[in-house]
């Protein structure tokens, strides 16, 4: 800015500007993405993304080459509107450090040869978001199935135990039937008499 801000419009209430840094030369390249270099020599870098860890040339190569607007597009592909431009990728950061690359005079090369890779990288993490997504029904199916065969087995189990508490109250009460069948002392029922004549 050539000129400082009117007083009555930067503070630290809400709806002011806050002035963070004065007296630098900055570039920035995207949202919430900009190197400064104040007047006493400090270097300020802001990177909410995978910019974090790149170079002040870094940053001067991202100004230099990409749009600070991204197109776009409705269904048709017809140019509707602009919007800012985001780094965000990987891809757009490791580029600039990829010496694979050769810069050329107004950057349009490497623009397209890292919008397509980063076209081909968005799908790919597309069908990886995807297969997650499947692989997590999958998972939530088996667990589902697990906890219905969890609860069979519990019914069975019970069903079990229930069988068993019954088959020895029978053993008991077979025992007891055959104890008083035969007297107690094993001999036949008392009360009747047998002689051979």
């Not at 990288?121 to 667990?143: F, G, H, P, W, Y």
């Not at 087995?153 to 008083?180: A, E, F, G, Y």
């Amino acid at each position: 800015m050539s000129e400082p801000l009117p007083d009555d419009i930067v503070g630290e209430d809400l709806g002011q500007f806050k002035v963070e840094y004065s007296g630098f030369d900055g570039y920035f390249v995207g949202n919430k993405m900009y190197v400064l270099q104040l007047s006493n020599g400090k270097m300020v870098r802001k990177a909410n993304t995978v910019g974090e860890n790149l170079p002040h040339e870094g940053y001067i190569d991202l100004y230099n080459v990409f749009d600070k607007r991204d197109k776009v597009f409705n269904e048709e592909g017809v140019w509707m509107d602009t919007k800012p431009l985001v780094v965000n990728e990987p891809l757009e950061v490791m580029s600039f450090m990829d010496n694979e690359v050769e810069q050329t005079s107004n950057g349009s090369e490497i623009t397209s040869a890292i919008r397509a890779e980063f076209s081909t990288i968005q799908a790919e993490k597309d069908e990886l978001r995807e297969e997650v997504r499947s692989l997590n029904t999958t998972v939530s199916t088996i667990q589902a199935e697990n906890d219905e065969l969890r609860e069979e087995v519990r019914s069975l189990n019970t069903t079990v135990s229930t069988l068993n508490t019954n088959l020895t109250d029978l053993n008991t009460n077979l025992t007891d039937l055959i104890n008083k069948l035969l007297g107690g002392g094993g001999g036949p029922p008392s009360g009747g008499s047998s002689s051979a004549s």
